[in-house]
Structures are given as structure tokens and as C-alpha cells.
């Protein structure tokens, strides 16, 4: 038995094994930071939860056996010095598995079965399977024989502590195959769709149509266009529970939600090729709007917090992405975004503005998305210059979708309430050389070495140019060979994992990088560009990195990361083309 390349090869201890519209994938990272010796089916309904674990048997001994893990997208295999073992997605609830020489324990991971808590196991004589019920997801693993046999199963309608699972084995034709399918209550006996082979090529094209539509400008000089693509793709879930719509999680790791800034990043970088589903991704958030017209910090499966918010980039991402999408917004989309962006930037200017302030403030540097960063460190309840300038980019897209509109009332309001914005922003936080941050009960204004007091570079073109040409300046002292370190190198609080407190992380590279870009700083812009672009295709697509190694920190598949390389590869290859 021999198996196809399906795409790029990667590391399933980096990047989860998984396809588009799955809540589950197969991955020995089954929590935050937590690796386990084998391969599980790590499911993401009602939270993280690895389900069933992987084990390749030696059928000989029926001993785990010795092998290597190999992954590309659409086929991951166990590869013995006996035989291997292989895994496909059929569809996105059914992972096809088929062996020669190697069997395959199917087992479930949670050893104690409590009456709120566990795996019960048992034989289901309607579909003539085997069935693994699941508290933590609330859902239903069928395993079923498509040839091979049974060698063991173990636990059958057992209570309590013990193992649960079975052990598949050849049968006299020397190989075997299942299928393990994930599903709420009931479902007719399975059936195949076609053979493994088959699988594996549906799974082939799926990706190659994905990444053809994705990255079509992808050269040598791109070199991990398609390891970005597969990250998102494999990432992506299909509308469940609170997740109304097609959804790119932030991973498949732990990082298992939508967070509401993140997703701008995704819809970007799917808008050329994919435009729905960028605008699903625009969208998902402001689905889960409050009457205040605030976001939610987060929405997964089954859990939307609203405890915190995140910055308002939206008007920064919607301008973008209106001209990334091969086809303009027609004039329903274009209304329901303006209403959708009035009802956020009105909370903006109602509940986070102190009485006759002009400037709004964040509660905690978790609303930032720069959750630690050294400008929260003498207080939290701060007015701050990234917070301002993105509001101001906001507003002139107001204006510009009230225009698109025939709004011309509320073109002038926008425009006006935009400029009266930046004005106090350069008035109140700006010394002639940086921006400060002030306290929002005391009036009280601090400088720090976090580049998140560098941020208003965002407002580009409308920035004054010596405004502009200070920041470029300041920004350059954050360069490390890897990209932006989000605290100054040399500061005495950068630490080199911590977080918001020197690692590079995309979104800031992102927002610099076009910020520089639009106020004629494009030598620096290249720069930045150029080096994130290269820590990606070294380093992988982390959450974040180490500033002065390069090294993947944290969750080590993140869309948003995948995805900004994806802008910034996109992007150069354009420019280089002309």
C-alpha cells in the first residue's frame, strides 16, 4: 500500500491535521500547551476536547508499535517498519482510516466515566457499530468496520474507571479500513462514498481548488503560500451552535475562537478569492452585536463573551476589503456594514467616553488585543493614540459607505466627528516627538517602549509628515532580523515570551506595514514586509514569535498569522509584477 502526496508537508505537533468545515481534527495537542504521546481526535464543540486516541498496534504483540508521523494536507499516515497506517477526511464528520501490516487501537481518552464527565462505550447492534458517547462535547464517535476485524474491544457498557476502545486488525486479505464519524443523536448504518483512494483525491482537489482560488500569484518566491492556505483551510468550521455562519477559528489548537479583531485579518486575505466567505468572516462577530452596538470579545461553538471588547479596526478592515473583493458591494451589503459600523462606533463615542471628553478609552488592555503590553502598566482605564487613530479610520469610512449611500447629512457628520478626532488625538497625546497615553480618571499621560503607543502610523496619509516621519523613525528601533518586537529590545520589561511584551505578532506587522505604506514610507514598509514574510516561512505560522530567535511561540497554527503572510506575500507579488 502506497500513499499520495496531497500538498505541502508539515508537522502535526505544529499544525493540526484537519479539512475544511470539520469541528474536529486529529492532533496529539489536546490543550493548551498539553502534548500527548499519541495522535487524538481533538473535537472543538462545547470547547477543547481530545475524544479518542490514536494508537498504531503491532498486531504481532498488540503492543503499540514503533512509527513516524507523516502529514500533508488531505493524508496523514503512521509509517512503521511493518506497515503503515493511513488517515483521510471523507467528509467534514468522517475520517476514513486504513491500514496494512500496522493495526490501529481507536480508545477512549478520558479514563474515568463520572455521571457528568467521560466516554461511555458500547456496541450499537442498529448500525452494527462502535459507539463513544462524549459529556465534555455533548456528541456521538461511531466507529464502523469496512473490512479487517475486531482483534479487541474493551469496556462495552462498563462504568466507572477503565479503558474503552478496540483494536482493528487485518483480515484475510491483509489490510483493514474504518470509519469514525462524529454526530449528534442518530444516523443511518455508514456507508462508504467511495474507496480510500478516492477520499484521498477529493481531499487533493478540495485543497488545490482552495489554494489555486487563495494564492494563485504563489511562486518560488512564495515559498509558504500553501502551508499558509492549508492553515486557514483546515481551520475553517462549518455553521454550529453559536457559529452562524462558515467560521475560520484562530486555530484548531487551543486557540479555538473567533476573536473579534482577529477575524478582519482572515476576511482579508479570503477576499480575492473567496469573497463570501470574507464577508462571512467580516461579519460573524457583528452577528453577536449587543444593544450597546459593542462586539463580543470572543464567539466559539458554544460560548460568546462580551467581558471585553477589542479594538475597532473594522472601518480599516472594510475599506480594504471593499477593494480586495473582485465584485464591489452591492448597495444592500454596503447599508447593512454602515448600519453594522454606525452601532460600533456609537459605542465608542457614548460608552467609552468620559463626559466632555473627546478621546475614548479602553477598561483593560485586553480591549486593545494588546493584552499586556507596557502601556497598560500604570493603569488600565487609559486613553491611548491606537485607540483614537483607529476610530478616526473608522469614521471616514462611515463616510465614505454614507456617501456610496446618498447620505450627504451623514457624510458631513462623519467627516466632521473624524476630524474633531484626530484633532484632540494630536492636541492632547501628541508631544512633537510620541504619543502618550493618559489615565481616563486622572489626566495623567506616560510614554512606554510598546510599539502599541506607535500605532496611529495606522491613520497613513492622514497623518501630518512630520507626524508620520517621528513614528517611521521610532518604529525603526523596533526592528529586530525577524520583524517588529512589540517591546523595544533594549527595554528593561521585554521579556522573550512575553506575549504583548516584545514577541512579533502579525496583526501589528499588518496595520504598521500598511500605515507606513499609505504615509509614502514604503522602504520601510518593504522592510517590515520582507521580514515577517521570511520568520514565516522559517518559523512556521505561530501565534506569535520570538523577537531576537525568530522562534514560533504559543499556539503554533494561527490563521491570523497564516493569513497575514497571505496579505503581505500577495501584495509583493503584485508589486514585483509591476
Known sequence: MTAARTGPAFSVHDIPFSTYGSWFDISPVVAEKTYAEDLHLVSHQNGMHGVLRLVPVDPATGDRAATRVEAAPGLLGWVGESGRVDLAYESPDTVRLRGSGLGIGVLAAAHALTPFSGTYFFHDPAADAHVFTSYETGRRYRVTMVSGSIADAAGAQALGGGDRGLTVVAGTDGGWEIAIEEFDTARPPYGPSGTFDDIVESARRAFADFVDAVAPWRSSATPAAELAAYVVWSATVRPAGLVGRPGVLMSKHWMDKVWSWDHCFNALALAPGFPELALDQFHLPFDHQDDTGALPDSVTHSEVLYNFVKPPIHGWAFGHLRRLLPTPPDQAELA????????????????????????????????????????????????????????????????????????????????????????????????????????AATGDTWGSSSLLDLMPVVLGEHLPADVAGALADHIKAHLTPYGLATELTTSSHYLADGYWRGPIWAPATVLVEDGLRRAGHHRLADDISARFRALCETHGFAENFDALTGTGLRDRAYTWTASSYLLLAEAHAHRDSH
Request: proline share 4%; no cysteine; net charge negative.
Open 336 to 439: 447593512r456594514v454602515y448600519t453594522r459600523l454606525e452601532r460600533w462606533t456609537d459605542f465608542w463615542l457614548t460608552a467609552r467616553r468620559a463626559p466632555n471628553a473627546q478621546l475614548p478609552y479602553y477598561q483593560h488592555g485586553n480591549d486593545s488585543g494588546w493584552d499586556n503590553a507596557t502601556t497598560f502598566d500604570p493603569e488600565r482605564v487609559v486613553v491611548t493614540a491606537d485607540l483614537a487613530a483607529f476610530l478616526v479610520l473608522q469614521l471616514h469610512e462611515l463616510a465614505h459607505l454614507a456617501e456610496k449611500l446618498g447620505r450627504p447629512e451623514e457624510v458631513r457628520r462623519w467627516t466632521a466627528t473624524a476630524e474633531e478626532t484626530q484633532t484632540a488625538l494630536l492636541d492632547q497625546l501628541w508631544t512633537g516627538d510620541r504619543f502618550l497615553a493618559r489615565s
